[in-house]
């Protein structure tokens, strides 16, 4: 067993929310010593807790649209490895929508897994949680129409939840410019 498979036990046996987790603790990520791109993302949504798989959704029916990627790649770890600020499903909020990832996992696990992922090449900062985790607190819509000030590393994006359509609408620049470039920036991270 390898230093990295020896850590994504511990992290599936976590149990450091579980007084606070609506449906328990059930973390979910997709890791591996060889991925060569990074999807930071937010938490899991209720559907994707059921499922035990990352962006099963229609939110990964559209990120995997956003970065021309089709299932095969975005499931193979040694390529895609997808790692939220919070790996459990936070549950929702009484004013709808879900609630921010758990503050624990973040600090406790995401150093000390990407310690053991040295060939990612390019992260996706999928969200605001992921930015300001990352970067820092600031408008994410900035972040995303200013996206070659984070390059090569990182590569901000909105959450790709159904609220983007309108989002986009309102932003056609992110379709036009922002996705174009980030469908070479996710090619080149992959290529071999
Ligand atoms: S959210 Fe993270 S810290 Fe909390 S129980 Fe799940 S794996 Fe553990």
Redesign the pocket.
């Known amino acids: 067993m390898t230093d990295l498979d020896q850590l994504v036990a511990d ?1 599936r046996a ?5 007084p606070v ?1 609506p449906l328990g ?1 059930r ?1 979910i990520v997709q890791v591996s010593s060889q991925a060569r791109l990074l999807i930071a993302s937010q938490a899991p949504g209720a559907k994707v807790h059921e499922k035990g798989l990352a962006f099963w959704d229609d939110s990964g029916n559209r990120l995997r649209d956003w970065l021309g990627l089709g299932r095969d790649v975005f499931y193979d770890p040694e390529r895609v490895a997808i790692l939220p600020m ?3 499903y936070p549950g929702r909020l009484s004013a709808g929508g879900d609630r921010p990832p ?1 503050p ?2 973040a600090p ?2 995401r150093d000390r897994v990407l310690a053991l992922m040295p060939a990612v090449r390019l992260t996706l900062l999928v969200g605001t949680y992921a930015q300001a985790h990352v970067l820092g607190p600031a408008p994410m819509t900035g972040r995303v129409r200013d996206y070659r000030a984070y390059l090569p590393r990182y590569f901000p994006l909105p959450h790709p939840s159904w609220r983007t359509n309108v989002w986009a609408a309102r932003n056609p620049w992110f379709v036009e410019s922002v996705l174009p470039a980030l469908r070479a920036e996710v090619a080149c991270a992959l290529d071999r």
């Open positions: 992290v976590c149990r450091v929310c579980a987790l603790p973390p919070g790996f459990c758990r624990e996992c406790l696990w």
